[in-house]
Structures are given as C-alpha cells and as structure tokens.
C-alpha cells in the first residue's frame, strides 16, 4: 500500500518552461491538495480538490493550474516556470473531517 | 496570511525535558491538527482534535484546544532526540470546504 506517491521526486528547469507534477494516492481519499514549501517555512496551499473533476484555488495560485480527471490523480502544473516557483511541492490526500497524508515531496528548482 | 501561527519559532531542550509548542489561528475551525516533519521529508500525522474537543492525548503527546481564545499548544513529554523535527498546526476552516492551511511551525531539537 504506497498511500501518496509524487513524481517526479527532482526537478530543474529552465525559465518559461513547463512541467507536470503529478500525485497519485491509493486511499481512494476524496480530498486532495498540493503545497509549496520555502526553507525555513510552513506549508502554503496552492490548490486543491474536494473530488474527482472539482479543484479550488488555495492561498498561493498564481502562476499554477491542477486538474482532477480522476479520483486517484491530482495533476499540478506550471505553464510557464520562474525562479520565484523553486520550492518543495507536497501533495496530500484524506479523507473529510481525517488526517492527510502526505507525499515525500518534490524538490523543483528554476534556474 | 496563513491561519495558523505557531509559537516558538525554535525550541530547544534537553532530553527528557517537556516540550510545549503554541498555535493560535483567526478563524472559526472543524478541526485543527498537529503535524511532524522531519528534515526533508513528508509530514507526518500526529493528532487531531476537534471543535468540540478541549483535550486529547495520544502516547507522550498531549493536545489542547481553546476555540474562545483561537488557539492550540502540544505537549510532548519526556523528549527523546529523536523527537528533534519540525512541528507544524493546521486548521480547517468550517467554511470553504476543508481548505486545510498550515502555519510555519516550530522546530524542536531535543539534545542528547
């Protein structure tokens, strides 16, 4: 039972490119969400989704776009990448009203 | 601003010493939860308490809930190094369907 699987788990890219993170859970959870991590900081929202084919924007947007085509599946994605998005992104999953569980992360940097 | 803001920044204590971190929010909440994380690596679950709830406990953990004062603190007891992690709260929102937000956390180093 793997629970919240990210890939990839490194990244660089170039400024203006795009990639896909993608998250994967096997919980079979309703809710899903993607975070960014900064050093020394906590977690802060981007999206997120409260089931198959819904998303909701979080704390920090700008410059992201989620899809939930499949329950099992939250996609994040950055059209056009910046250094300002050089982060840890978490993805996690629950179940409503429990605890989430959380992915290992992935280390993205923009160079 | 995030929901939940947590006091210390940065604790450190001996082994076996009690550690007492704060979380204080803004909002009206479901629930709030305390999460772990060590250096690099995922958040872990430690405990959740609800609205309604005042105190929980869970092993050397202990959870209380002031919702007339908007805050939170957790008692870890008998520190062991290896409880040496950042500590982070986060509250859901009882509006805006479980937009679950963290704070910036404390982090714990416990000596040997």
């Known amino acids: 039972n793997a629970g919240v699987t990210q890939t990839p788990k490194f990244r660089v890219l170039k400024t203006g490119q795009s990639m896909t993170l993608l998250c994967a859970q096997d919980?079979?959870?309703?809710?899903m969400y993607w975070y960014r991590q900064d050093p020394g900081m906590g977690l802060r929202l981007i999206h997120y989704s409260v089931g198959e084919g819904t998303t909701a924007k979080g704390e920090v947007p700008d410059g992201y776009n989620v899809s939930r085509l499949k329950k099992q599946n939250f996609l994040l994605g950055l059209e056009s990448a910046a250094p300002s998005q050089t982060s840890v992104y978490f993805c996690?999953?629950?179940?409503?009203?429990?605890?989430?569980?959380f992915g290992q992360g992935t280390r993205l940097t923009v160079v | 601003s995030q929901q939940g803001e947590e006091d210390p920044q940065a604790l450190s204590i001996q082994e076996g010493e009690n550690a007492t971190m704060n979380c204080s929010y803004k909002?009206?909440?479901?629930?709030l939860q305390w999460y772990r994380q060590n250096s690099g690596r995922g958040l872990v679950h430690l405990i959740l308490?609800?609205?309604?709830?005042r105190e929980k406990h869970s092993g050397r953990l202990r959870v209380t809930l002031d919702t007339s004062k908007k805050s939170s603190s957790l008692l870890i007891t008998a520190s062991r190094a290896a409880d040496t992690a950042s500590y982070f709260c986060?509250?859901?929102?009882?509006?805006?369907?479980?937009?679950?937000?963290f704070g910036a956390g404390t982090r714990l180093f416990v000596k040997a």
């Open positions: 996690a999953a629950r179940l409503r009203t429990a605890e989430a569980f």
């Open positions: 909002t009206s909440i479901n629930n």
């Open positions: 308490i609800r609205s309604n709830e």
């Open positions: 986060a509250t859901d929102g009882n509006t805006g369907g479980f937009k679950t937000i």
């Open positions: 919980m079979n959870h309703e809710y």
